[in-house]
T-cell receptor, first 115, second 109 residues
Framework: EAGVAQSPRYKIIEKRQSVAFWCNPI?????LYWYQQILGQGPKLLIQ????????DSQLPKDRFSAERLKGVDSTLKIQPAKLEDSAVYLC?????????????FGQGTRLTVV | SQQGEEDPQALSIQEGENATMNCSYK?????LQWYRQNSGRGLVHLIL?????REKHSGRLRVTLDTSKKSSSLLITASRAADTASYFC?????????FGQGTRLTINP
């Protein structure tokens, strides 16, 4: 089975610019997560979708970050405008629906550098 | 908080030795999951242990769970250079999947 696909793999932008990341989860996975992972730290959950609805976005900086999941499949995460502290790896993960006794599958991540 | 916290933060051992890392959590759980992250990669699921299980094995991995102490341990036996990675535990609830800071394991040749 194909894994979680993310693009781009790397992105370098100047502060105050905007950037968008794309994620294609495993087919049939209802739950999709976006994480931010700063170097040396654990992944921080930004937003969680169940199909195309938001389940949790309590840690998403909504003044600059936005995310959507069209038709309950692909998802995009956008930052506008970017700050230096947004430099991190952005990870997408997906999971089957139906309880918590399932594993999550992660993409390779997008490494963002804001200069 | 649903977040698991791993201990130690960093661990360095010689190849062939066993590595043990621990996870503590605060709330009741349905299961506890361990993940590995190689440098520059996404996380990979290693093993899931349910709340009614006390021990689980997968190859060179052994996971224990003590719900009375709200803790779990991951043992990697006969470590290899390829085991060098960060290891995270997660205690999912209501589909939410939250990670701690992880244990950075280094296997020295």
């Amino acid at each position: 089975e194909a894994g979680v696909a993310q693009s781009p793999r790397y992105k370098i932008i100047e502060k105050r610019q905007s950037v968008a990341f794309w994620c294609n989860p495993i087919s049939g996975h209802a739950t999709l997560y976006w994480y931010q992972q700063i170097l040396g730290q654990g992944p921080k959950l930004l937003i969680q979708f169940q199909n195309n609805g938001v389940v949790d976005d309590s840690q998403l900086p909504k003044d600059r970050f936005s995310a959507e999941r069209l038709k309950g499949v692909d998802s995009t995460l956008k930052i506008q405008p970017a700050k230096l502290e947004d430099s991190a790896v952005y990870l997408c993960a997906s999971r089957e629906e139906g309880g918590t006794n399932t594993e999550a599958f992660f993409g390779q991540g997008t490494r963002l550098t804001v200069v | 908080s649903q977040q698991g916290e791993e201990d130690p933060q960093a661990l360095s051992i010689q190849e062939g030795e066993n590595a043990t890392m621990n996870c503590s959590y605060k709330t009741s759980i349905n299961n506890l999951q361990w993940y590995r992250q190689n440098s520059g990669r996404g996380l990979v699921h290693l093993i899931l242990i349910r709340s009614n299980e006390r021990e689980k094995h997968s190859g060179r991995l052994r996971v224990t769970l003590d719900t009375s102490k709200k803790s779990s341990s991951l043992l990697i036996t006969a470590s290899r250079a390829a085991d060098t990675a960060s290891y995270f535990c997660a205690t999912p609830a209501a589909q939410k999947l939250v990670f701690g800071q992880g244990t950075r394991l280094t296997i020295n040749p």
